[in-house]
Nanobody, 116 residues
């Protein structure tokens, strides 16, 4: 079992930056990949970025060139550096861990609000 705790959300002006972090505990050695997803009000949850155990990354087209996902196996964390934030980036951001056993775990979410 894995527990995920996100931090780093908040209020930022358009064009600004935020860094989200997610710390994994429990059995993080079972994690095959981790990622960030987001859900805006009234919309479905969508993928933002993922990173595999081997370091391969994947990004949604809407965030390419602005967001960077990174992982630290020693600290058992995954981070999302968000630059050039736009109003449409406003959402609750969730950390997700995909285990080698095929199960997945989600964090509780952290709110990111981008203001004009």
């Amino acid at each position: 079992q894995v527990q995920l705790v996100e931090s780093g959300g908040g209020l930022v002006q358009a064009g600004g930056s935020l860094r989200l972090s997610c710390v994994a505990s429990g059995s993080p050695f079972l994690i095959n990949a981790m990622g960030w997803y987001r859900q805006a009000a009234g919309k479905q949850r969508e993928l933002v970025a993922t990173i595999t155990r081997g370091g391969s990354t994947n990004y949604a087209d809407s965030v390419k060139g602005r967001f960077t996902i990174s992982g630290d196996k020693t600290k058992k964390t995954v981070s999302l550096q968000m630059n050039s934030l736009k109003l449409e980036d406003t959402a609750v951001y969730y950390c997700k861990a995909d285990l080698t056993l095929g199960t997945s775990y989600w964090g509780q979410g952290t709110q990111v609000t981008v203001s004009s």
